[in-house]
């Protein structure tokens, strides 16, 4: 008990305490309470600094550096405890802050305080979502979840089927699923041999995901069709009904319709309500893949924008891009009841027995292409008690007008040229920053091969400099520019300046 | 001010304060440590009662009830902070104590400290696993992690490929893709329809996953050929080479064998090196399942049961099971690097730049099924700083000599009968309860009947008690018994005489 309080009073003479004093170990409550205690310490500390806008956004080393920064290995004796301590120090010194104001690298950044909360009580649940048996609360916090973003999606009651899944790739391949076993059921015991060639429809501006899913699926990249896009990045309907009528006279079967609310570059929303026509009228599977546009149903100002998405069959939506909600949070929704289950059911005896005591309906695991399932729902429910519905609303509107303002400041700035014309939809702002010397260049292949160096050059020393970073990439035939996206509710327009300053001091010299 | 120390101190003047004080608010600080230290309050004293003997296991309550017993529906309105801390207290007084030292329903069980640390240190990095521009240490120790994972295994210098990911189905799903891969490159792009009609085997005591992922890959389950089982589980090899050739000889072509290492149901491990002679011969990928029994190649003393395991190409090894580490944490190894890669590449040009400042090795996102990827490797890589290959050693190592203390109590104790003669391999202990009223019966019909009842009632009647959880099932011929299974380093010799005691006391009426 001595070398014990002087571990919590952090004296030198505990720093050998092994984690065998820790639970389950005889009497080793007060030992946890200070260890975990010391942990919270490290991480409070961390989270508080996220936000100081003096610290760096990210202590860039590259890889190589790194491995010899730190002793990385696993051995075979323990550590002590005060040594596990420096581990945690350590990872966090090198963590990219995705919580500090100035991180716009991904379309998931922000640190809710409520959804980290939310993620450390299910860490200590340590729960499955296969059964009702093991996760009582976390089955019916889903589904009364689910229902609620299908009522936000628009369908009647809140009615249909849904999953949280490890992510909106999956998501989109479980729609992929669904869609395949409700055309052709027999797929299922049968395979892709019983079946006529399928083939899938998505536009060229929509996410890598659709044609992952295809090949993982069995169905084929090649049977992933790319739909035109407008200038402003939106498929082009009419392209699809000639791509679907052309596909119906080569012989194949359109069962699918990836439509995406909120590209992943320009942020772009497909015509909804024009597809969901086409769809009716060919009799194809609608999805919307609003993993990252989702979230604009929250917005009364701005949910128009996925007027249509209503007529879907299936819907996915990550909270943990738009909303802000820890990592991993996807919601796949089916409008369909029973869909996914006769798709994914295979009855295992000794998970999903029948003659238990209670309600059968809310064993939900034997619907999922997963068995074990984490439990992702508790931080996007405890968020939307936390900040209700008009909570969500007010931040998702802040990150627009955010976008908004951006645009305004650059559009007409020297030195920057839009990629595409007119004021954002979703808080995605894609530009090129033009240094002094390309500015009076004409517009040739030269430029365009010394344009293509500036961003990556210039996202580079943000990293080195660790002041900020935003993403960039080509497409199609433009070369690398930003891609600015606005999802960090920790963002102001303080911080949408900064971002500028900073491109531009880096840049300058290019 | 003053609200927020009376917050602080929980008087009720400040229960009214809501989440938006909290941080990115301005001087949100302290209303943010307050608040997170409340949540951290309330789960140390949850995990402190999760140890305790004298607490419930569960505190049941029927879907119906406990969807009545409070409010959780979601509102337009926020909630003050004060009703957040009440919405966390209520959640974990009906949650499952998975690490009470007296559950056993899962493979998953118990609550390691160190891993519960690590999984609040993860929550607060809140990061993606896609790149290491913003995931640096967490992709650096998955590599570190999985190599020495894949040295374990035996193949030579840890070398080879691997990824965690959601849970063992989806990494059995993972091998079957890139085994069908690597036979037939070309059903990236054109689909089954381009390929022969594969078959895979696997044994029938296997896990549904290997079935469930033939389903999605448009493989189709009748093309999953379950191998026949010794009256141990363990799959039959001269049956799989019967099946292979009468498979060859009807024009289907084997493409992947999914051995297992560690049975659901009976912990049977299935014979490697024989299996690994014929997938030799027929040129098959060897697939090892090892979700649940991959944790033994930690244990010397036990690690011979997963002999031949060097010799496949690929593995699923769960940590979150037998190692005890919280969900999710399941590893898929593969022994061919470059391969995951190849098959599940898509050359996203928003994320995998090829221009970046750094290392591209380090860009592992493009090898997943998923696109954004929760960090699952830090809290198995912490864990294992605290332990030491030798901690996990000594951990497994009790939980199976437990499995044997109960084997040996009950194998020649009145009013039991074991599903299967001899020693257990695994922690899997597989038995029926004879209540006193069968006893003298003769085995027929009605017996069948009666028993089949037994093991239902027992744990139906365990949960409302909630002192202990046990799972039960059919399988085959045989009506439901009991599988006890122990991965929980909290449970002593105690606990097992307390099961016991307890399946007594509650079946004795039956």
């Not at 909106?168 to 079946?195: C, D, H, Q, T």
């Not at 044609?211 to 402003?232: F, P, W, Y």
């Not at 009228?281 to 917005?299: F, R, T």
């Not at 891609?483 to 300053?501: E, G, K």
Request: hydrophobic fraction near 40%; charge should be neutral; proline fraction near 4%.
């Amino acid at each position: 008990m001595f070398a014990l309080f002087s571990f919590v009073t952090g004296k030198t003479l505990c720093g050998r305490l092994l984690p065998q004093y820790l639970l389950p170990a005889c009497n080793g409550e007060i030992t946890t309470m200070s260890f975990l205690q010391d942990v919270v310490d490290i991480l409070l500390q961390y989270v508080v600094r996220s936000f100081d806008r003096s610290t760096k956004v990210i202590d860039f080393h590259y890889p190589n550096e790194l491995l010899q920064e730190y002793n990385w290995e696993l051995a075979d004796q323990p550590q002590t405890l005060e040594e596990i301590l420096l581990n945690c120090r350590t990872t966090l010194k090198y963590a990219i802050k995705t919580g500090h104001p100035r991180y716009f690298n991904q379309l998931s950044t922000g640190l809710d305080m409520v959804g980290l909360a939310a993620d450390w009580l299910t860490s200590a649940a340590n729960t499955n979502m296969f059964t009702y048996e093991i996760a009582p609360v976390f089955v019916l916090l889903e589904y009364v979840t689910l229902r609620k973003m299908r009522e936000m999606v628009g369908w009647p009651g809140g009615c249909g089927d849904g999953i949280f899944s490890p992510g909106g790739a999956i998501s989109n391949m479980y729609a992929m699923l669904i869609a395949r076993f409700k055309m052709f059921p027999e797929v299922k015991e049968k395979g892709m041999a019983a079946i006529p060639r399928l083939v899938a429809f998505t536009s060229e501006h929509s996410h890598f995901s659709v044609k992952k899913g295809a090949a993982a699926l069995g169905i084929g990249t090649d049977s992933v069709i790319l739909i035109r896009c407008d200038e402003r990045g939106k498929m082009i309907p009419s392209d699809l009904e000639r791509r679907i009528l052309e596909a119906k006279q080569k012989g194949f079967v359109p069962f699918l319709v990836s439509a995406t609310a909120g590209t992943t570059v320009y942020g772009a929303f497909d015509p909804l309500i024009a597809i969901a026509d086409i769809c009716k009228k060919y009799k194809i599977w609608m999805h919307v893949d609003g993993a990252w546009g989702g979230g604009l149903l929250m917005s009364r100002k701005h949910k128009w924008k996925l007027n249509g998405v209503e007529r879907a069959n299936s819907v996915t939506w990550n909270p943990h891009k738009m909303m802000g909600v820890p990592l991993q949070c996807s919601a796949l929704l089916v409008r369909e009841e029973g869909l996914m289950q006769s798709c994914n059911q295979m009855h295992a005896s000794y998970l999903f027995q029948q003659d238990k005591h209670y309600d059968l309906s809310y064993d939900t695991g034997d619907k999922a292409l997963q068995c074990g399932r984490h439990v992702d729902v508790f931080k996007l429910w405890l968020m939307w008690r936390a900040k209700g519905t008009t909570g969500f609303e007010a931040q998702i509107d802040k990150c627009l007008e955010l976008a908004e303002y951006l645009y305004n400041k650059i559009k007409n700035r020297d030195g920057y040229e839009m990629v595409f014309d007119g004021k954002p939809q979703h808080t995605n702002v894609c530009f090129w920053y033009i240094p002094p010397s390309l500015r009076s260049m004409e517009d040739n292949e030269e430029r365009m091969s010394r344009l293509m160096k500036v961003a990556p050059v210039i996202k580079a020393r943000m990293m080195e400099y660790g002041t900020t970073m935003v993403s960039y990439q080509p497409l199609g035939d433009k070369v690398n520019f930003f891609r600015m996206v606005i999802s960090n509710p920790a963002a102001t327009h303080q911080d949408i300046d900064f971002l500028i300053d900073e491109i531009e001091r880096l840049g300058q010299d290019l």
